[in-house]
């Protein structure tokens, strides 16, 4: 009997503080100045994490060894290693650092990435507090970005201390940026993105029809990291009896396009998830079947057709006869691959079921074995004639399956002398019926 998978382990949770402490973190703010507010306000949050279990922080400084005028734009140094309960250690180490040099953002988040141990099973999370920009020439938002699509870190969060109009073109782009302009706008950010990293968020996906009814379910579904292009979750749809989709958690941290495995699929970008909620998300995905059918079988043996989307050359699904697929609503083109092929333009709707079917075939037949080289064309009811075959050049003896209709063969043998000594042969088809046909007759 089936039985539920056991859940797997809850993932530890690492926090590094990556804190500024560049010369200007001196600079008076408010009745204090912005390094004692950092100290006091990290100092306060660390205490305020040692009671949460399953969680490590650390802290790495950078600006703090060398003065500016040194210009070292490798000055960064993790002071506090990740442990559990760490608040003392690292309020500590705060009290002994002294801001004094540049500001190497971009080099301290390279060596961060050696900071956080090899575990798959955690997730690594950076919160930088700075009050100035790249001061060293790095690229912060591709170091970032480099960083993420490794799985080294989760999108950082950037606190900007003070009201410079360059932090949000520069942060922005690095993770999620706040801006602190105040103290306590610092202190309420602080708090914030503490609860976000470590708050549970839950989302549910209603799958609806065209008046945006959540009726559709069972299909499977991604949550894509459109960061690193890979899927951190696979789910197919549940919806109970009530009609109620189920609530799944997920890690806020991520950024998400939702794809939807119905056929053709269907995409939500850049999923605004808010961290530490409930989100419900509403995918626009009607659906309704196809069903191919076929009474009996056929000479062709397994029959198959090809659905696109009208329009479209590329081939959005094989279907075998019989079948019945679920598609989007819409408009498809079916091509069947008997011989000739047949080509139907179809509508899906919601809910229904549409039919497509083929008239069983007949059947050529050449007795002779001859070698030579030949064609078979459809007639047209405009006289016209559309290629549809090329008969073996080994030999003429064949039978081979058609749909009923009106038909040319054009055959030459191999050893004649001149194009003159061509065999034309109209003939006809019918359901469940062999037509034989003599060449040179």
Avoid at 46 to 53: E, G, T
């Amino acid at each position: 009997m089936a039985q539920n998978k056991p859940a797997p382990p809850p993932k530890k949770t690492r926090l590094l503080f990556l804190l500024d402490a560049s010369g200007s973190m001196m600079a008076k703010w408010e009745t204090s100045d912005r390094w004692k507010v950092a100290q006091r306000m990290l100092a306060r949050m660390a205490d305020s994490l040692d009671s949460y279990s399953n969680l490590e922080i650390g802290l790495r400084v950078y600006g703090h060894q060398t003065p500016v005028n040194q210009k070292n734009c490798k000055d960064t140094k993790l002071e506090v290693p990740f442990a559990a309960h760490n608040a003392n250690n690292i309020k500590r180490r705060l009290q002994q650092i002294t801001p004094k040099g540049n500001t190497p953002i971009t080099y301290s988040l390279e060596q961060s990435a050696k900071d956080f141990p090899q575990d798959p099973n955690s997730r690594n999370v950076i919160v930088i507090i700075t009050d100035g920009l790249e001061s060293c020439g790095g690229d912060p938002c591709a170091a970032s970005l480099a960083l993420q699509k490794k799985r080294v870190f989760l999108k950082p969060f950037i606190i900007g201390l003070g009201d410079d109009p360059g932090y949000a073109q520069q942060f922005g782009c690095m993770g999620q940026y706040y801006n602190a302009s105040d103290i306590k706008t610092f202190q309420k950010v602080l708090d914030n993105v503490i609860s976000i990293a470590l708050k549970k968020t839950t989302v549910s996906v209603e799958l609806t029809d065209d008046a945006g009814r959540p009726v559709e379910t069972n299909v499977n579904m991604t949550f894509m990291n459109n960061v690193t292009d890979q899927p951190e979750y696979n789910y197919v749809h549940y919806m109970d009896v009530t009609g109620k989709t189920d609530v799944l958690e997920i890690d806020a941290l991520l950024s998400y396009d939702l794809v939807v495995n119905t056929i053709p699929a269907v995409q939500l970008k850049n999923l605004n998830i808010k961290p530490g909620q409930h989100n419900v998300f509403r995918v626009k995905a009607p659906q309704g079947y196809l069903y191919l059918r076929q009474d009996a079988p056929t000479s062709y043996g397994s029959m198959t057709a090809l659905v696109r989307e009208k329009g479209s050359p590329y081939i959005l699904n094989t279907q075998r006869f019989p079948s019945q697929q679920k598609y989007l609503a819409g408009t498809y083109e079916v091509e069947l691959l008997t011989l000739p092929r047949i080509r139907q333009t179809v509508t899906v709707k919601q809910g229904q079921a549409t039919q497509v079917t083929f008239a069983p075939p007949g059947s050529l037949s050449i007795t002779q074995d001859l070698q030579g080289y030949g064609s078979l064309y459809l007639l047209q009811p405009d006289g016209s004639q559309q290629w549809i075959w090329n008969m073996p050049e080994g030999s003429s003896k064949i039978s081979v399956p058609l749909q009923p209709g009106r038909y040319r063969l054009v055959f030459r043998i191999r050893s004649a002398k001149g194009s003159q000594f061509t065999d034309v042969k109209d003939f006809s088809i019918k359901s469940n019926l062999t037509t034989t046909i003599k060449l040179f007759n």
